[in-house]
């Protein structure tokens, strides 16, 4: 077969398994990554459909890079310098505490002596990214506190393979004589590549991102977004570090930009595909005669180094701040090997510390661990605690109407019941898995999705719709949504239900169409009935409970342009006498300010 045919044939190959595969093993419960790396191993290694699976590897690892560019756009730069302890701490724990765990276990063995067995270890003690981060993208839980510690420990891992590359040149005997001084240049040239990439990253990407929006060309902008992309990991492997590090630091570099959410939208369907194709390169790679010929030390070795991370990894997790639930969560997602100890390994016995047999072992051993990864991570599932947050599939079909409503609470099922009476149709979304099945028990088509992201409210017909109604039950979710579409759907107006009365402060300084307390309305109708039932007139109560509207709403206004303390003088701390709002029986109780009283201010009132 020609050159050019071959290349056709392996791709249809690739994308075939994909699409065999993933629906299969989703459907299972096992996972779409288990499903990829089936379909290698069974393209590869069994039918030998493809042979060089290396090759494949090596452009397919560009998924992982778009990955941690994504990745790197939510994350903005205020958040990194936050994570920082996780990070140097807990990342910085794990590679060291781990890597001397595994040295000892490789030493004792017997299969290596002390210098190869401290490359093993080490190399053993790096994680996967590619794999981690695709379980926490299918799972929505990248932004979740154990997400976000998972993330640290391993941008921490990626930036280890810097020293350790450098220390297999030391224990090669390439550290003396006039290459002595090659890990620190190593390491400065690192470290110079990083600040460039930061300078470049500040000065120059909006800029040329705001000339190509000018020329309303998409596919210029698609060009340009995968320009930055690969330009930043090529010039991070040049340096020495990974391309998946270049892609962060570039998407890092965006995060605050206007245009970031255009380009995740654009980046998104290239990282799904490749990252697909690096999974299933993954399996091409496995060298089923490696397995076969150490059959009895793989099935002992596997389970023994997954089991030692997880443990340490836990202990770690805990002894740092992790609730039991999180550091479960992190130990069952982290004890792989990664795909830097490829690198490793191979670099390892390229300078004689361990025989090339020795290192195809090793690379087995870390193929297997990515593969059980995922059953892993759904067994942990079993030592938590208290309920776990349930995902439905994403199907938009039939969705977009004049009101698009995010999160379909108790205060969002009142409301929507109101536009439904007046003839409105509604699109409703929710990340409730519960919560939908509830509605469609009732006769509603509720749409399930992540409002917080872009490419479910673009599937939700966002374009269309005239109001997005907003009434989401956790605050910070609330507040990610509004900026979500006061950056990216100007045109639509915003009706948001806040959470209290600071929240409804901030959506008012945020310029929100409109916004309401859930418990306003409830609680002047409460009131009311309460008074009604004490004898006070109908007529009388409706006017008392206005008449606190009022003072309400000028209060906010206050609240607003002076702080939270004005309009203390607006509240009531005693029974006014006489009532507010009745008629005085005599002129001179026309002089006093019934209304009038001071009191403390509460955030919730």
């Not at 290239?270 to 993954?282: D, P, S, Y």
């Not at 792989?336 to 090339?356: C, D, I, N, R, W």
């Given at each position: 077969m020609?050159?050019?045919?071959a290349?056709?044939?392996?791709?249809?190959?690739?994308?075939?398994?994909?699409?065999?595969?993933?629906?299969?093993f989703?459907?299972?419960?096992?996972?779409?990554?288990?499903?990829?790396?089936?379909?290698g191993?069974?393209?590869?290694?069994?039918?030998?459909?493809?042979?060089?699976?290396?090759?494949?590897l090596?452009?397919?690892?560009?998924?992982?890079?778009?990955?941690?560019?994504?990745?790197?756009?939510?994350?903005?730069?205020?958040?990194?310098?936050?994570?920082?302890?996780?990070i140097?701490?807990?990342?910085?724990?794990?590679?060291?505490?781990?890597g001397?765990?595994?040295?000892?276990?490789?030493?004792?063995?017997?299969?290596?002596?002390?210098?190869?067995?401290?490359?093993a270890g080490?190399?053993?003690?790096?994680?996967?990214?590619?794999?981690?981060?695709q379980?926490?993208e299918g799972?929505?839980?990248?932004?979740?506190?154990?997400?976000?510690r998972?993330?640290?420990?391993?941008?921490?891992?990626?930036?280890?393979?810097?020293?350790?590359?450098?220390?297999?040149?030391?224990?090669?005997?390439?550290g003396?004589?006039?290459?002595?001084?090659?890990?620190?240049?190593?390491?400065?040239?690192?470290?110079?590549?990083?600040?460039?990439?930061i300078?470049?990253?500040?000065?120059l990407?909006?800029?040329?991102?705001?000339?190509?929006?000018?020329?309303?060309?998409?596919?210029?902008?698609?060009?340009?977004?995968?320009?930055?992309?690969?330009?930043?990991?090529?010039?991070?492997?040049?340096?020495?570090?990974?391309?998946?590090?270049?892609?962060?630091?570039?998407?890092?570099?965006?995060?605050?930009?206007?245009?970031?959410?255009?380009?995740?939208?654009?980046?998104?369907p290239?990282?799904?595909?490749?990252?697909?194709i690096?999974?299933?390169?993954?399996?091409l790679?496995?060298?089923?005669?490696?397995?076969?010929?150490?059959?009895?030390?793989?099935?002992?070795?596997?389970?023994?180094?997954?089991?030692?991370?997880?443990?340490?990894?836990y202990?770690?997790?805990?002894?740092?701040?992790?609730?039991?639930?999180?550091?479960?969560?992190?130990?069952?997602?982290?004890?792989?090997?990664?795909?830097?100890?490829?690198?490793?390994?191979?670099?390892?016995?390229?300078?004689?510390?361990?025989?090339?047999?020795?290192?195809?072992?090793?690379?087995a051993?870390?193929?297997?661990?990515?593969a059980?990864?995922?059953?892993?991570?759904?067994?942990?599932r079993?030592?938590?605690?208290?309920?776990?947050?349930?995902?439905?599939?994403?199907?938009?079909?039939?969705?977009?109407?004049?009101?698009?409503?995010?999160?379909?609470?108790?205060?969002?099922?009142?409301?929507?019941?109101?536009?439904?009476?007046?003839g409105?149709?509604?699109?409703?979304i929710?990340?409730?898995?519960?919560?939908?099945?509830?509605?469609?028990?009732?006769?509603?088509?509720?749409?399930?999705g992540?409002?917080?992201?872009?490419?479910?409210?673009?599937?939700a017909?966002?374009d269309?719709?005239?109001?997005?109604?907003?009434?989401?039950?956790?605050?910070?979710?609330?507040?990610?949504?509004?900026?979500l579409v006061?950056?990216?759907?100007p045109?639509?107006?915003?009706?948001?239900?806040?959470?209290?009365?600071?929240?409804?402060?901030a959506?008012?300084?945020?310029?929100?169409?409109?916004?309401?307390?859930?418990?306003?309305e409830?609680?002047?109708?409460?009131?009311r009935?309460t008074l009604?039932?004490l004898?006070v007139?109908?007529?009388?109560?409706?006017?008392?409970?206005?008449d606190?509207?009022?003072?309400d709403?000028?209060r906010l206004v206050l609240?607003v342009?002076?702080?939270?303390?004005?309009?203390?003088?607006m509240?009531?701390?005693?029974p006014?006498?006489p009532?507010?709002?009745?008629?005085?029986?005599?002129?001179?109780?026309?002089?006093?300010?019934?209304?009038?009283?001071?009191?403390?201010?509460?955030?919730d009132?």
């Amino acid at each position: 077969m020609s050159a050019p045919n071959a290349f056709f044939f392996e791709t249809i190959l690739l994308l075939g398994g994909a699409v065999v595969a993933a629906p299969i093993f989703k459907k299972l419960g096992l996972g779409t990554v288990l499903g990829y790396l089936a379909a290698g191993v069974v393209i590869g290694p069994v039918f030998h459909g493809i042979t060089d699976g290396e090759q494949i590897l090596g452009v397919a690892e560009l998924g992982v890079v778009f990955l941690l560019f994504i990745i790197g756009l939510e994350l903005k730069p205020s958040r990194l310098w936050q994570m920082r302890r996780d990070i140097f701490g807990l990342g910085t724990a794990q590679v060291v505490v781990t890597g001397l765990a595994l040295t000892a276990l490789a030493y004792l063995s017997g299969v290596l002596e002390w210098r190869g067995s401290i490359v093993a270890g080490f190399g053993l003690a790096l994680s996967s990214t590619a794999f981690a981060m695709q379980i926490l993208e299918g799972t929505g839980e990248v932004n979740t506190k154990y997400g976000q510690r998972s993330f640290s420990v391993l941008l921490l891992q990626d930036l280890a393979i810097v020293p350790l590359l450098a220390l297999i040149t030391v224990l090669g005997g390439g550290g003396g004589g006039e290459g002595g001084d090659q890990p620190f240049l190593d390491f400065a040239i690192a470290i110079g590549a990083v600040i460039a990439m930061i300078v470049m990253g500040r000065y120059l990407l909006t800029p040329l991102f705001q000339v190509i929006a000018r020329t309303g060309a998409r596919e210029a902008m698609i060009a340009a977004a995968l320009f930055v992309v690969m330009g930043s990991a090529t010039l991070m492997q040049f340096a020495g570090l990974s391309m998946a590090m270049g892609a962060f630091l570039s998407g890092i570099m965006l995060a605050e930009s206007s245009y970031r959410h255009e380009l995740e939208a654009d980046i998104e369907p290239f990282r799904g595909v490749l990252l697909a194709i690096f999974f299933i390169a993954v399996g091409l790679s496995l060298e089923l005669q490696v397995l076969v010929d150490n059959a009895l030390f793989i099935v002992a070795a596997v389970p023994i180094i997954m089991a030692v991370k997880a443990a340490v990894i836990y202990a770690l997790c805990r002894a740092s701040g992790s609730s039991h639930n999180d550091a479960i969560r992190i130990a069952f997602l982290l004890p792989q090997g990664g795909e830097f100890g490829f690198v490793l390994f191979t670099a390892a016995a390229t300078a004689g510390l361990m025989p090339s047999s020795t290192a195809s072992l090793l690379v087995a051993i870390v193929t297997l661990t990515m593969a059980l990864t995922p059953i892993g991570s759904a067994l942990s599932r079993r030592l938590l605690t208290g309920d776990e947050h349930e995902e439905l599939d994403e199907d938009f079909e039939g969705a977009g109407a004049d009101v698009l409503m995010v999160g379909f609470s108790r205060f969002g099922q009142i409301a929507a019941q109101i536009l439904l009476a007046g003839g409105r149709d509604v699109t409703v979304i929710d990340f409730s898995a519960d919560r939908i099945r509830q509605a469609s028990s009732f006769g509603f088509r509720i749409y399930f999705g992540d409002g917080t992201r872009k490419d479910v409210l673009r599937s939700a017909g966002i374009d269309k719709a005239k109001i997005v109604v907003v009434c989401t039950q956790k605050r910070e979710i609330t507040d990610k949504v509004v900026e979500l579409v006061q950056a990216d759907y100007p045109h639509a107006k915003l009706f948001v239900r806040s959470y209290d009365r600071i929240h409804s402060i901030a959506l008012r300084n945020l310029n929100v169409d409109y916004e309401l307390r859930e418990t306003l309305e409830s609680g002047l109708l409460f009131g009311r009935r309460t008074l009604q039932a004490l004898g006070v007139g109908e007529a009388e109560a409706y006017e008392i409970g206005e008449d606190i509207r009022r003072r309400d709403e000028e209060r906010l206004v206050l609240q607003v342009s002076e702080g939270l303390q004005a309009g203390r003088d607006m509240l009531f701390s005693h029974p006014v006498r006489p009532e507010p709002l009745v008629k005085p029986k005599r002129s001179m109780e026309m002089d006093a300010d019934p209304l009038a009283g001071p009191a403390d201010v509460t955030a919730d009132a």
